[in-house]
């Protein structure tokens, strides 16, 4: 099995304490990893520092400070708070995702079947702002699928849904993008998606990160 991503990760926000000292973190091809560990414990802080996101990291990963990191794999991020652009349609959010990526063997074909697949069909010319939550997560989600990312890092999903019916709007946006063969890290602090079944549970302890096959 071919491994994605290893790492010794020392990282520490601005001279304040260290969120993680030497804690390493090994991603294989084709798993499923389930990141848990409670409010405050790091798990955004490593998805952010894993993919760039923010950069102001003290410590180092590899060796190297977090600036200079350089990783060898594609990725996406989806935050529990979608990132979008949100005076602009969800058919623009799509065209600049596909801008991005180049258009690369995507027909259009192809392109509205991953529409439909999201339930994003009718709102093609809706602007993001006047979007439910669920379904700026589903724009998210299917930019994030046009993609296909070595890694998915997913933080905590479930984090602004505390009902049972919008627990379930979630688990339809897992069960359309279809996590099966994927690599990703799902991070939680409590419910896990139902359609996802992970191989191994890394649990945030101490500033290390502890692994366990599932």
Known sequence: MSRLLSADISLSYYKGDYVFWHAKIEIEAGKIY??????????TTLFEALTLINKEWQGD??????????PQYSMSFLTSEPVLFENRTVKANIDYALKV???????????EAVVSRFCLEEKLNAKVKKL???????????????????IVF?????????SEAEQD????????FDFAGRTAIVATTG???????????????????VYKKL
């Open 34 to 43: 389930k990141l848990v560990g409670e409010i405050g414990s790091g798990k």
């Open 191 to 209: 419910l896990f998606p139902k359609s996802v079944s992970p191989d191994y549970e890394l649990r945030i302890e101490n500033r290390s990160i």
């Open 169 to 176: 709007e979630i688990d339809k946006i897992f069960e359309a």
């Open 154 to 162: 997913v933080d905590d999903m479930f984090l602004n849904a505390p």
């Open 61 to 70: 990963i590899c060796g190297a400070n977090p600036k200079d990191f350089k």
């Open 132 to 150: 439910s939550f669920f379904d700026k997560q589903r724009l998210a989600f299917l930019r994030a699928y046009l993609k296909n990312p070595d």
């Open 101 to 111: 990526l180049g258009k690369k063997g995507i027909s259009n074909e192809y392109l």
